[in-house]
């Protein structure tokens, strides 16, 4: 019993990164009263909205960390080279092609170190501007400018490494991805735990920011190049162009794409900020917070599952996709459905048992949130189906989706508060971007005629 007990703990590619995620929403929970009681409500909104830049700067990615994890996947399912669109060919290659991925590599390093010194400039020239103007509306200490500085270093830290993660997810190595990701959390928690205590407050939140991620990308990196096992390409030395070339035309319609999900669910928290003020920022992200959480530990199960999608998809084995992804995309929701009831029903007097300066939103609101949130998931499991093909249909739909909800924002906020921000979110994403990627995932999984993509949506680009 012993022994089956430790092979499946070597084995187990769901338990570590259900660990790291319990862990992860574990350690939210315990800190966060904690932090509710040591950091006042206007604190906690300008940290919410530090999240937001750097949600913000992260765009600066284009879409490359989802090409690199798809691109990883074929490389190490045997895919002979990479496709500007569509699926590789293997050409009955059974082992990884490691040249391959070690030009991916390569490349994928000298992107990231690049837009990480650029994503930190503009944090730093621009983000300070609307940084600096909240804190002197809302009368806080000018101290918290600094903290913005740092938590500009941060971001710029975490965008130029997170690729090392993605690409040892993207080989399916998620077992070890998970371990590391269960060691930088605990470390991540005792920094933040220790931070707060000692009075930090928002400081102590930058500081645990930057040592998990910073202990996560070691191991990923060291456990990477062990499995890699080729040479890599000096930093200096040129990038592979054609391997650039073929990751290019899927890497700018994901940017474009992830620009359009931004301002569908991160903009809000910034017009918020600038039109509900720092307390009503505080309450909206505090409710958002949790229930991404809850939408986090609902997405594992699909989440380690998507590299062998990707694989699946190169062996052209649909059923196999098929097997995969509904069991685990719908057992998912239905458990952060679980959760939320239990949050909405009893967020409220567990938030004034721990005495915290920060409430959640009224339960009507959060109700509403959380049904639009579980839309927007349900569409992204069937997005990431679509994307796992190497096909990007919803460029179009998702950046002008985002454009028409800020702008419906920006007029409804001012005039109808809270009801105007969730109105502007909920009914532009159910114009389209609620149904039309379930439609398309639907086709590839031959489940409903495909047809013509242009005659089948509303909105599309090839």
């Known amino acids: 019993m012993i022994l089956r007990t430790k092979k499946f703990l070597a084995q187990s590619e769901i338990l570590w990164p259900l660990i790291f995620t319990g862990l992860r929403m574990g350690s ?156 930088s959390q605990s470390c991540s928690t005792i920094v933040l735990v220790v931070g707060l205590l000692c009075g930090l407050k928002v400081w102590a939140y930058a500081i645990s920011l930057l040592i998990g991620p910073a202990i996560a990308r070691y191991y990923a990196r060291r456990r990477f190049l062990h499995l890699l096992d080729a040479p890599l390409p000096k930093i200096l030395s040129r990038p592979d162009l054609q391997v650039l070339r073929s990751l290019w035309p899927m890497t700018w319609r994901m940017g474009v794409s992830i620009l359009g999900v931004f301002l569908s669910q991160r903009g809000n928290v910034l017009i918020s900020s600038a039109f509900l003020g720092l307390e009503e920022t505080a309450r909206y992200g505090l409710t958002l917070n949790l229930f991404a959480i809850l939408f986090q530990i609902a997405g594992v199960p699909l989440y380690v599952a998507n590299p062998r999608i990707a694989q699946a998809y190169v062996r ?116 389209c971007n609620h149904w039309w990627p379930v439609v398309r995932g639907l086709q590839i999984l031959k489940k409903i005629p495909k047809g013509n993509l242009r005659e089948t949506s509303p909105i599309s680009l090839a």
């Not at 028409?404 to 920006?410: A, E, G, K, N, Y």
């Open 28 to 183: 939210g929970i315990l800190v966060l009263p904690l932090a509710l009681r040591m950091i006042p409500a206007v604190e906690m909104g300008i940290y919410y909205t530090f999240m937001s830049l750097s949600a913000l700067a992260m765009l600066l990615d284009f879409g490359m960390v989802g090409t690199i994890g798809r691109s990883a996947a074929y490389a190490w399912g045997g895919a002979s080279s990479f496709t500007g669109f569509g699926l590789p060919d293997h050409q009955g290659r059974a082992e990884p092609n490691r040249p391959l991925l070690a030009s991916l590599t390569h490349v994928t390093r000298v992107w990231y170190y690049v837009l990480a010194i650029v994503a930190g400039l503009l944090l730093v020239l621009f983000g300070t501007v609307f940084i600096n103007q909240r804190i002197r509306e809302a009368g806080l200490d000018p101290s918290l400018s600094l903290c913005w500085l740092f938590f500009a270093f941060v971001t710029a830290y975490s965008l130029g490494t997170a690729f090392w993660n993605q690409l040892l997810t993207g080989i399916g190595d998620v077992r070890n991805v998970g371990k590391y990701g269960v060691i």
């Open 316 to 431: 052209r084995d649909i059923p196999e996709v098929r097997r995969l992804f509904f069991m685990r995309a719908y057992g998912g929701l239905a458990l952060a459905l679980i959760g939320a009831v239990i949050l909405i029903a009893f967020g409220p007097q567990i938030m004034a048992l721990i005495g915290s300066k920060t409430s959640l939103l009224p339960r009507f609101f959060a109700g509403v949130l959380f049904f639009i949130l579980l839309l927007d998931n349900h569409q992204n499991h069937y997005t990431n189906l679509v994307l796992s093909s190497n096909e990007n249909p919803f460029v179009l739909s998702t950046i002008l989706s985002g454009v028409v909800m800020i702008s419906c924002s920006f007029w409804m906020t001012p005039r109808y508060g809270i009801t105007g921000l969730l109105l502007s979110h909920g009914l532009v994403q159910l114009a």
